[in-house]
């Protein structure tokens, strides 16, 4: 499988703000992916998410899914962590109607509880979900994401650990959260090797050949991440990035999160395929 190229949401420069108008853009503009948004909550209903499927399928377009942002799988509040949970299974659902193959989420918030008692709480709260969709015979990726607040649970070894902890989770690696969570760090060819050689440690195969990232410009200060920016106005040194994941043999798909977000999916598969032919010529 190669690397897959692709923008979270429908293109800026779609005809209409649809997903099916977003993925016929897509194939239009040269690209492959699309992640669909249900950052505000899953409105879509099964019958809908299968004809989306239906042309995701013909236009040769591979789809994943956010999930709300409203979830919190460490609150204090029974009743909050049931909610996530819910929306958790809601959009891993339509994705399976839709042939998504993964959901991207954020998973839970420190709530000032030590590091080991959060990943237990979330290790515990996720295995139940997939053990649902199992029973459901549901085998979308549950796909933690790393985060861009030191505030927020998801730094790379929590996120990777909770992988190895559960079959049928994977990580959606944020390159532009680590970047901001580290106030600047891992910013470098040797410093993205670092990270694809300690996910592969973790992981092995089954992550090497379905892996998934979201890459985008960032600002950020002392507290991470503050907004996103386009990769020209960033210091997200991104062709070393993608010269890591070639130099690595990653297959998978990125997903940006750019303010301009075509753009930066096409300067992203244009220099990467660049990186590849000149590898090829060596």
């Not at 992916?33 to 209903?45: D, I, P």
């Not at 919190?72 to 042939?99: C, P, W």
């Amino acid at each position: 499988m190669p690397i897959y190229f692709g923008t979270a949401g429908v293109p800026l420069s779609a005809k209409e703000n649809s997903t099916e108008a977003g993925i016929v853009r897509i194939k239009e503009l040269g690209l492959s992916a699309m992640e669909v948004e249900f950052v505000h909550g899953v409105r879509m209903k099964e019958d809908k998410a299968r004809q989306v499927g239906k042309t995701a399928q013909r236009e040769n377009v591979r789809l994943t899914c956010h999930a709300p942002y409203y979830i919190n799988l460490n609150s204090q509040e029974t009743e909050k962590v049931e909610a996530s949970k819910l929306r958790i299974l809601q959009t891993a659902r339509i994705a399976h109607f839709l042939g998504a193959s993964g959901i991207v989420f954020h998973p839970a918030f420190y709530a000032e509880q030590k590091r080991e008692t959060v990943l237990a709480k979330v290790i515990k709260e996720l295995a139940e979900i997939r053990e649902i969709l199992d029973q459901e015979d549901n085998k979308v990726i549950l796909r933690p994401e790393t985060t861009g607040k030191p505030t927020q649970f998801g730094d790379l070894e929590e996120t990777l650990m909770i992988a190895k902890e559960i079959p049928g989770v994977l990580p959606c690696i944020d390159f532009g959260h680590l970047h901001a969570r580290a106030n600047g760090l891992y910013n470098s060819y040797d410093e993205f090797c670092e990270i694809l050689e300690q996910t592969a440690n973790y992981l092995g195969d089954d992550w090497i050949h379905n892996a998934h990232f979201h890459v985008s410009g960032i600002s950020y200060s002392g507290k991470g991440e503050t907004k996103h920016l386009i990769l020209r106005e960033a210091d997200l040194k991104y062709q070393e990035l993608l010269k890591a994941l070639h130099c690595f043999g990653i297959d998978g798909t990125i997903i940006c999160e750019s303010p301009n977000l075509e753009e930066d999916a096409l300067l992203m598969q244009k220099t990467y395929r660049e990186i590849e032919a000149a590898a090829g010529k060596q």
